[in-house]
């Protein structure tokens, strides 16, 4: 049998406080955390004092390309061809139309949860799309502006925002028939559905969508490039989306729909009413962590030959007065996406803490 | 929601439950059906209008083009496009078990160092994880290869490490290892070995059980790994030599040649997809109750034989669904290497011979179902996983 | 009231697959805009200025065809495609011409489903290195890396070429012309391999031009032309005749400038080609003005050659193949009578 002896008390924990005490405690408690903390240290040296000297204090910020002497990065490209990178090839004259759809956004999401009435929250919230499709792509009075002018990141945000909007009710409708047990065959098919798109990486869909679609409809119904890359990006979203609400309603108690049912109301009134306001509060962090990714594969649409706003650095860099500034438009792209994505995921933490009701 | 328990309030035929599930089922199942046949039909006559060759009978026919990188023998003039298909598929799979090695690896050590107590890696993990996580992974991969390409010496000015290991912008270069007569001893000397280890595991852990005792396992392990082929290797005489790579002409000749591609996308998918493993290990890691670190420590454990032997192994069972999905994300992320050339099932398939052969339909149905495998044998062995992590009750 | 429901998707569902089917130049002229499949970016042939709009020979013949169909060459709606979508995007209907310096051979001819109209431009292919390696012959590239352009009939040629001569290479493949360039630039390859013509295209978007060659061998024949779908006719007979129109323009001296001059010419050939007389304009299924507006409102095939690869353009590439049948070129333009 094992022989166990008795090991000796450690001494009580300091009670001391201050600076000096917190890095001992928090950098250089033991001899291995000290390397650490100088490894840290070293790696910081190494990288940051650079990057900051080339993004900020060495980089050239006006004048022309040829007046360059400096070092550092050199944002006069990025500056020369900031209205590509927003808006591709939209015509320069109407750039105000995509400004004005920003800030209608803007409004739309900042007064949506403070109108009261249901009514006008409903109808703003139909009327809000039409608005923003004929203020980009023109008629009724308006040029019209073809979709292949699109790009930059107007595209990246309307392909972004249509995927999730449009994937989201598709989304709900197959989590609901994936949980509804009575119905086997409705029950396979969003199975075979979400399992099929969840199992086959984006690219394939868009290929498939840019490539095959066409062949499936007969010579008379056209579809845009633009059009098939939406579809099948809310096609692909709307089964991750299905898969987080089933999540959402998965954990919602079993006495919530039976107390649903013996009100008295129907299927629907009770998903309406009772299930799905609870389930996607649940899910709301899942969600946006799935619309944080869907803003990441927008980026896959360059594959396909639309020009979003990473297709630009490449566009952009092949005009021959302006070539060898890929690093420059690398960057600011990386900085926009990070910018998008960090605050999306911040922002999710604000919601998931204003309705936790949990108490 | 389960309404079949309760009586029916009324007979007709659309008040039953029952029925109208039935109707429902019946209606979507047409529906559906009478898309594909709609869809279907079209194809095939437009097909048959517009004369596009159909079937697979591509697959014999010989491909014609070069291809940067096979696994298995392939010739330009005379592999059928069925030898690009399996090139492809095996290329990918490379990409997808380094890239799995890597990630996992930089993921454990970052999720670690996340809840490090030291205040600085606990701050430079964070750091890296929301930078990386927050990045888009094709931009990432095309930042690579691009910035990365650029800056690598050309063949005659190649970075060399003790003149055997070369860099430049043609790739990572190394000795190609030459296996004359005898050296089937040295792999039978290594099987054995490693069959040994496996009944000293066995004895180590039955005697822990008896005496408490530890037997240092993992070093002992590795040192019967090691040193029995190597006593093999100089016993028949070094029957295993290398080519070393020579600059000759253009590029280096002879030896592995690691090509810029694979190293761009291994190198982002691992630091990509590390930023979620990490996550993973952090909260796997959290959600053990704080008592039995407590607990632990009070038996005066030391800090890496808690996270070895007490922490870890109850993580373990919250980490490894998560981080099994991210595995299936990175192999489906590796189809981007299309964007920059890396001759993976996307590019090679769904993109050359898609346009030699012009088969859409075809090769893009072909490229999905490998994936769908890929995802198929990864849900298995997650649901494999799962059941025997299962906590069992005594 | 749920059977009306049934009854009424089955019936729109039998409906659907004997939509319309109409032929592609009666559909060209309802839309009023001709969907032209265009590269993403191939210097003097499709590519986009600074401004955003699209130029080159390719583009031009896109025009032509507009002209003489809708009678306003500024009807073209610009697709830019890839390499590899560009015969699926025709097959499927997505585009009604595709003119993207596309080489005409056996197999898309006859298994794609696909119809060659002409050639708008005999190519070969051909080598671009830099000059420090000093190579002067493409005999001397053996064990070279080649960056190509994936799908492309230069893949195919690239090993043919090496195994009858005995060579080795490495093909590093890319999926638009941009990438390929791009990484020779950056050395990944020692020459990039591709339509002549493209390559000196390719050449203006290194840092210094003048630090690379097109070496003077040319491995194979890359007659490009217009496609269109297979089982059109007579949309295959406007596009094919569009093509001849510019050619004969050229043939007969007529020019943007002086066509207007040129519809009181005496000249049979020239009354014909502007429609003054015959019936070419008819039989097309085209108003009678179709290849005076044409050279009206694009040029003939002089003018889109010089301005947008010749000697008024960067490329400054030199007509050879491409001249006249009569000044010791292959372009020959079927008698329009």
Known sequence: MAVYTMKEAKPAPSTSKGLVFWLRENLFSTIPNTLLTLLGIYFIYTTIPPLLDWMIFDATWSGTKEEVVKEGARWIFIIEKFDQFMYGFYPEALHWRPNLVAIISIIFVFFIPRLSSIKIKFVSMLLYPVVCFILIRGGLGLEVVGTEKWGGLMLTILVAAVGIIASFPIGILLALGRQSDNMPIVKTLCVGFIEFIRGVPLITILFMASVVLPLFFSDGIEFDKLLRALIGITLFQAAYIAEVIRGGLQAIPKGQYEASESLGLSYWQGMILIILPQALKISIPNLVGSFISLFKDTTLVLIIGLFDILAMVTLTNSDTSWLGFEIEGYVFVTLIYWVFCFSMSQYSRVIERRYNTDH | MNNSKLPPTSSGLFNSPQNRAIIFQVLSLVVVVLCIFYFVNNMFDNVAKRGITTGFSFLGETAGFGVSQALIPYDDTSSTFLDVFIVGLLNTMLVGVIGIVLASIIGLMVGIGRLSSNYLIAKLSLVYIETFRNIPILLQILFWYNVVLAALPSPRQSISYFDSVFINNRGLIMPDPIFESGSGFILVAFILACISVVFLAKWASKRHDLTGEEFPLIRVSLAIVVVAPLLVFFVTGQPISAEYPALKGFNFKGGITIIPELLALIFALSIYTATYIAEAVRAGIEAVPPGQKEAAKSLGLKEHVILRKVVLPQALRVIIPPVINQYLNLVKNSSLATAIGYPEIVTLFSGTTLNQVGQAIEIILMTMAVYLVFSIVISLLLNWVNAKMEIKGR | ?337
Not at chain 3, 67 to 87: M, N
Not at chain 3, 163 to 183: C, H, L, P, R, W
């Open chain 3, 1 to 337: 009231m749920k059977v009306t429901k049934i009854a009424l998707i089955l019936g729109l569902a039998s409906t659907l697959p004997n939509l319309v089917n109409a032929a592609t130049l009666e559909q060209v002229m309802k839309k009023g805009v001709l969907n032209c499949g265009v590269s993403t970016g191939i210097p003097g042939f499709s590519a986009t200025d600074s401004k955003g709009v699209w130029k080159g020979i390719d583009v031009d013949f896109c025009r032509s065809v507009a002209a003489a169909v809708l009678g306003d060459a500024s009807k073209v709606k610009y697709i830019p495609l890839t390499a590899k979508e560009r015969f699926t995007a025709l097959q499927s209907g997505e585009i009604d011409l595709l003119s993207r310096a596309s080489t005409w051979t056996a197999t898309r001819d006859t298994s794609l489903g696909l119809n060659f109209a002409g050639v708008n431009y005999y190519d070969g292919q051909g080598f671009l290195v830099n000059k420090d390696l000093g190579v002067t012959s493409a005999k001397e590239l053996d064990g070279a890396s080649f960056c190509i352009q994936a799908g492309t009939t230069t893949e195919l040629n690239l090993t043919d070429y090496f195994k009858s001569n005995n060579m080795e290479y490495k093909a590093v493949t890319f999926d638009t012309s941009g990438q390929t360039i791009d990484a020779f630039k950056k050395g990944r390859c020692d020459a990039v391999t591709s339509d002549a013509s493209q390559l000196y295209g390719l050449r203006i978007k290194l840092d210094d031009p003048k630090s690379a060659v097109v070496l003077p061998d040319i491995i194979s024949k890359e007659p490009l032309g217009p496609v269109v779908r297979q089982g059109d006719d007579e949309w295959f007979n406007v596009v094919r005749w569009s093509l001849f129109a510019t050619l004969e323009a050229e043939e007969l001296g007529v020019t943007a400038s002086n066509v207007d001059k040129q519809l009181k010419s005496a000249n049979p050939s020239i009354k014909r080609l502007l429609g003054v007389s015959g019936k070419a304009g008819e039989n097309l299924g085209l108003k009678s003005d179709w290849a005076y507006q044409i050279v009206k409102q694009v040029g003939n095939y002089e003018e889109m050659f010089e301005n947008n690869v010749g000697k008024n353009s960067p490329l400054n590439i030199d007509r050879g193949l491409n001249n006249l049948w009569n000044k010791g070129g292959l372009m020959y333009a079927m008698p329009i009578r």
